[in-house]
């Protein structure tokens, strides 16, 4: 049987001989006849000097110049390929980077709704899936409070502790509108969990709804910077001094873009940006690769003791596994100057919220379980595992995940995405082009008016809630009562690489 198939040269060249002999068609008639014709006669001739320009002056694009207005179609096609095939074409599970059941267990649990399934899973179950071990006898004891302190180990005045394993990863404005940053900040408040500021700049939003703060140190600067990148110890102990800052966080790298700096598109910048900021509102703002200050394993020891210093606060390092030889050395460094970081970031490969490279996404850094283990494994061989925490962090949504990255040694949890899921995103994938339709990362005002503060706040305090709730749950079908209990041998790992291929 032949294939059902459109010659579209052919229809193309049809086409292009027919508007201009309808236009004329039309104008005649509308001459000879009746002046009602010419309603078809304008928009015929629009077309007409529309298709001559396609055809004859335009150079840009080849389909364009060989088809004219068919091969307009090809772009209007193309543009609203995501959408149908997100709502028409992929199943429950197709979707990256979060499928629509993962999606819709975390507006249901922003939404305190029921977020149980029916008729079984549809996760993979094969060698690479690694699942948590449940007990025959869980535990009905009531289960121990969570309770982390960053800065205990340093005996630091100004330590903090959280009582919730879960955080709200970094998320700048900038990347975020104002209603998504002082939405996340207000839930923060709600749920009494921290929120990282992200590396853009003075946290004017986030400090506007009071919660505790974890304020980003970006390579660039922003905020606390001189004119050269380098850290300006002034404006770094202002900020600490108030009240709603509990610690500084170095960023080294991310998981969405390791070994580049960060990326605001000029898109996104307005002039309030670029006064926070301070920055040009005419190009991309993209940030050193390094700190000025960090150019080798000394020196970045240093600059970590030197913030701490100036701060009197605890102070964290934010990275993406590389090297392991690399970490290594900084261990061995910290050591060396009897200098740690209160606590290590860990962001797996898989994370980033906002823009970067594809080929930096998709290729480089090391996905967050292999990278936790490997961690957990050089602190513990080194003797330091006592010395500092450690957060995790890259597509920990949901509290099977979460207790996964625990019990491959983390302290505690970041998530970025599933708290803009919470807010209401729908993974548009625009995040780096000003015009989310949901008015989480964009800075268009009119986009931004329909994500309410109020409403949006609550979503966020339900899901961080919801999370801690079925978190406990899993716990305690474990046999356990305090997550300090939980270890690799609460994990089923059939294959060593399942850690890299079971996100």
């Not at 002046?35 to 007409?48: E, N, V």
């Not at 974890?214 to 110890?233: C, E, H, V, W, Y």
């Amino acid at each position: 049987m032949p294939r059902l198939a459109i010659n579209l040269n052919k229809l193309a060249l049809t086409t292009n001989i027919l508007i201009p002999i309808l236009t004329i068609l039309f104008l005649i008639l509308g001459i000879t006849l009746s002046p009602y014709f010419h309603i078809l006669t304008i928009p015929l001739a629009i077309l007409l000097v529309y298709n001559i320009y396609l055809l004859n002056f335009q150079k840009q694009y080849t389909i364009l110049s060989n088809f004219g207005l068919i091969g307009q179609l090809r772009y209007i096609l193309e543009s609203i390929g995501p959408e149908l095939r997100q709502y028409f074409f992929l199943n429950d599970t197709e979707e990256k980077p979060f499928n629509r059941t993962e999606r819709e267990e975390i507006y249901n649990k922003s939404k305190n709704e029921d977020s149980t399934a029916a008729f079984g899973s549809q996760s993979n179950f094969d060698e690479h899936e690694i699942k948590i071990k449940h007990s025959m006898y869980p535990s009905e004891n009531k289960t121990k409070k969570y309770e982390v302190t960053f800065g205990e180990e340093r005996i630091i005045k100004n330590k903090y502790t959280i009582t919730k394993p879960i955080m709200i990863s970094a998320m700048s404005f900038g990347a975020l509108g104002e209603h998504a940053v002082r939405s996340l900040a207000r839930g923060a408040k709600l749920a009494n969990i921290p929120i990282n500021t992200g590396e853009g700049g003075y946290p004017k939003y986030h400090l506007m709804e009071n919660p505790d703060i974890i304020f980003q140190m970006g390579t660039a600067k922003f905020g606390i910077r001189n004119p050269d990148s380098s850290l300006n110890d002034e404006k770094l102990k202002a900020l600490a001094e108030k009240p709603n800052i509990k610690m500084i966080e170095i960023k080294l790298s991310q998981g969405a873009k390791p070994g580049k700096g960060g990326l605001l598109p000029k898109e996104k910048i307005t002039k309030e940006i670029s006064e926070l900021r301070n920055v040009s509102m005419n190009k991309d703002v993209i940030s050193p690769a390094h700190h000025i200050e960090c150019t080798n394993p000394s020196t970045t020891i240093q600059f970590i003791k030197r913030v701490q210093e100036i701060s009197q606060l605890p102070v964290g390092i934010k990275l993406c596994l590389g090297s392991e030889e690399e970490f290594k050395q900084l261990v061995k460094e910290m050591k060396q100057q009897n200098t740690y970081p209160d606590y290590i970031a860990l962001d797996g490969s898989q994370g980033g919220t906002g823009a970067a490279p594809k080929s930096f996404m998709d290729d480089i850094g090391i996905p967050l379980y292999p990278a936790l283990q490997t961690i957990q494994r050089i602190l513990t061989e080194e003797k330091v595992r006592d010395k500092l925490k450690i957060i995790a962090s890259g597509k920990l949504i949901n509290p099977g995940k979460q207790i996964t990255a625990l019990a491959l040694g983390a302290d505690a949890i970041y998530s970025a995405r599933g708290f803009m899921l919470a807010l209401g995103c729908i993974q548009a994938l625009r995040c780096n082009k000003n015009d989310c339709p949901v008015g989480i990362t964009t800075q268009d005002k009119h986009l931004q008016k329909g994500l309410d503060i109020n409403e949006k706040s609550q979503r966020i305090s339900n899901y961080a809630k919801n999370l801690g709730k079925e978190f406990t749950e899993i716990l305690k079908s474990t046999g356990s009562s305090n997550y300090k209990e939980l270890r690799n041998n609460k994990l089923y790992i059939p294959r060593t690489d399942s850690l890299a291929v079971c996100e």
